[in-house]
Every structure is written in C-alpha cells, then in structure tokens.
C-alpha cells in the first residue's frame, strides 16, 4: 500500500478468486493521487515489461474511479470512471504529482459497463502505453504516452486503485480477477 493499510480498503475474496478493492473517499484537501493512501503498488519488475488486470467495476456513485496506475513523483494511470452519462474509459497523467500539480486527461471515451482488461506497456526508457478490451484479447491505445519517474524511496511502481469523491451513502468496489505481469 502506498501508506499504511486501512481495515476496509480490500477484501480478498478467496474461493472465488479475485480481490475487492472498495472506492475510499479521496482525502480531505485531494491534489492529485500522491496524497492518496489506498494505492496497491509494486516496484517495476523489469526495465520492460507488460501488467493487465481483469475487472468488473460495481459504482454505486458519479465520481467513483478504479484503475491501473504507474506511480512516481510523475504518475498516469488508465481507469473506469461512473459519470453521470455512464461508464468512461479515461486515461490521465500527473507531472510534479509530489509537488501538488493537478492531474491532467489525456483522454476520455465512453464504455458500455461490465468487465474490462487494463494494460500498461512499459518499454525502454520507462516509456508507458495505456490500453484496454473488453475481451482480453483486443486491446485499443488510449491517451498519450508517458515516462515514468522513480519515487522517492524506490523506483516507479505499478498497481490498482479505487477511490470515491466523497463520503456517505454505499461505496462502490472494483473486483480484480486477476493482475498479470510478463
């Protein structure tokens, strides 16, 4: 976790094979994701690789968010977000995310809802392509490229997020069938 684990924030579902992440509320004051606590993180596991995860996102709010992150002082990250207007696939990036700068979308499409394939291609140089299907077998480029940047107590990071906007009423949760990286 990107701080310390909050009872409440992920629940293995064990026999039945994937991990629910709720949508926690952003915190008070949210910049950008830097300050977000419930971030499900591992360090690069190779100078190129390729991470997907499987996911059925159940919002229950607009405002509710899940998705695949890469994590650094610079961050971006692909995701499911419940508008008004439905369900949209948006990609977004962070610069100077530790210094507070606001995040910025690259790109937003809507989707019809159900379960979704995220990717993150990361390849020489730290250079990352978001992409996602509903198949897991076709996947569609989204956004802009991005770099990564190490944090700052180790190098960047992958994993998964979900948050809300505010407090009250039933939270939404993303279940993860799986997070694979090659």
């Known amino acids: 976790w990107h701080a310390n684990p909050q009872p409440g924030w992920a629940f293995p579902a064990g026999r039945l094979g994937f991990l629910r992440l709720i949508c926690v509320p952003l915190p008070e004051g949210f910049r950008n994701l830097w ?8 360090k690069f596991p190779a100078p190129e690789f390729t991470a997907t995860a499987k996911v059925t996102f159940t919002p229950t709010a607009n405002g509710e968010t899940t998705g695949l992150v890469i994590m650094g002082t610079d961050y971006a990250y692909l995701s499911l977000v419940k508008e008004a207007d439905g369900l949209h696939m948006v990609q977004r990036t962070a610069r100077n ?34 992409s ?9 480029p989204i956004g802009e490229p991005f770099t990564a940047r190490p944090g700052r107590w180790i190098g960047a990071k992958v994993g998964l997020f979900a948050v809300r906007n505010a407090n009250g009423g039933e939270y939404g949760y993303a279940d993860y069938d799986w997070f694979r990286v090659e």
């Open 35 to 42: 300050d977000v606590p419930n971030l499900l993180l591992q």
């Open 97 to 130: 995310a530790d210094k507070g700068d606001r995040e910025k979308e690259n790109e937003t499409r809507i989707v019809p809802g159900g379960t979704f394939y995220l990717r993150v291609k990361v390849s020489g140089g730290a250079e990352c392509h978001f």
């Open 132 to 140: 996602y299907s509903a198949n897991g077998t076709e996947f569609t």
